[in-house]
């Protein structure tokens, strides 16, 4: 949750936001691979599939590990967090390695793949920050709109 003391300006997010990101993520990716189809070689598609389906799994596993931790062991969180990191970075450098060596691969692809749910995640949480300012700053008073009046004394959308 981010909170400013002086407009009483709040973030929280909701239960469903991380199911949320997952299915935007998985949806994105899906159509950036059936794109890249089209516009890059069969090298270039394969190293953006590997780097989203490398994202999507670091995504999953990130949120797994923080609800674990949140509701089961709470007075062991600093060591839980860094038993589960050096596995997950280890498990995923030698797949990033093994997929290195063995194919060619197209480093700008691999790379926009690896990126794509912080992209999405980014783009949620700053457009959820931008309603939420919009409606916290701005105050609209009773117009008439088309010879309607229009009561919206309300705060916000």
Not at 33 to 50: F, K, P, Q, W
Not at 56 to 73: G, N, R
Request: aromatic share 10%; with cysteine; glycine share 8%.
């Amino acid at each position: 949750m981010i909170t400013d003391d002086k407009t009483g300006f709040s973030l929280s997010l909701d239960d469903g936001f991380p199911g949320r990101v997952l299915t935007t993520s998985l949806y994105l990716s899906l159509v950036i691979i059936v794109c890249s189809l089209s516009y890059l070689s069969l090298m270039g598609t394969v190293s953006l599939a590997v780097g989203c389906f490398l994202s999507l799994i670091v995504y999953k596993i990130l949120w797994w590990t923080i609800q674990y931790a949140v509701l089961h062991k709470r007075s062991e969180i600093k060591g839980f967090f860094l038993k589960v990191s050096l596995t997950k970075y280890g498990i995923i450098g030698v797949m990033l390695l093994s997929f290195c060596l063995f194919f060619e691969v197209n480093i700008v692809a691999l790379s926009l793949g690896l990126g794509i749910v912080l992209i999405v995640l980014v783009t949620k949480i700053g457009s959820t920050l931008l309603v939420k300012y919009m409606n916290t700053s701005i105050k609209m008073t009773s117009h008439n709109i088309g010879g309607v009046p229009v009561n919206s004394n309300k705060k916000g959308v």
